[in-house]
């Protein structure tokens, strides 16, 4: 495992009727000058590669958990501007997820 001072707050991409919610993931060190709210990443969850958003960054010594599994791959593709995370959030929300 890559050394990691940085959490991710990631929604993984699931449809619904049964979206996960918002999962913690560690940060690799050579993803941290890249990582940032709104970016698209690849993560694992139960075993499945999926793509997720990032909603928040946040120290690890800040972490509620233990043991967190570290992302996979941050895309180079443009971030989401707040609106469009609030927009993302809200149709999570009703949807069942975060």
Known sequence: MHEAF??????????APSPY????YL????????????KR?????KQRRMEGLVLDLFPL???????LKSLDEV????ALDEKQINDL??????????
């Open 27 to 38: 940060v690799p060190l050579p993803f941290s000058s890249e990582i940032q709210r709104g």
């Open 21 to 24: 919610p918002a999962l913690d």
């Open 89 to 98: 959030e809200s149709v999570a929300r009703f949807f069942g997820g975060r």
């Open 75 to 78: 895309f180079p593709s443009p």
């Open 61 to 67: 010594k800040e972490s509620k958990f233990q043991n």
């Open 41 to 45: 990443v690849r993560i694992h969850v």
């Open 6 to 15: 940085l959490v991710a707050r990631i929604l993984p991409f699931r449809p």
